[in-house]
């Protein structure tokens, strides 16, 4: 099975391409390196639900529980390079998906899912 081609943050992509691959299913962006609190880690675990599930909504664009302007704030920063915020309730408990800005060498270096608490 071949993996699904990724637009690193080096490629220029501007609004429109964003909502045509939102539209498409295509991720929008790297996720570098994934790091997981073990707090975040033990609360999906107990409730069934594997990291990659909310990785996947997170890089394909579904934000989750963030406000319009951060919203936009992500989608803009598919574009400009700066960091990305996701925002998901699992079992009553906010869970954070944070993607970093992209670094001197073109790439987004890591994701962490975290608590809010932990930030």
Sequence with gaps: MTPPKRYP???AV???Q???L???GKPLFELGMV???PSVLKHLEAHGLYPNALLGAHCHGDYGLVDE???KANDRAVVDGSRILSSYTVEGERVWI???S???QGVRPSTTLLKPSEY
Excluded: L, S
């Design 9 to 11: 943050a080096t490629q």
């Design 22 to 24: 939102k539209k498409a």
């Design 35 to 37: 790091y997981g609190t």
């Design 14 to 16: 501007d609004a429109a």
């Design 69 to 71: 302007d951060d919203w």
């Design 102 to 104: 992209v670094n001197e």
């Design 18 to 20: 964003v909502a045509h």
């Design 98 to 100: 944070i993607t970093e």
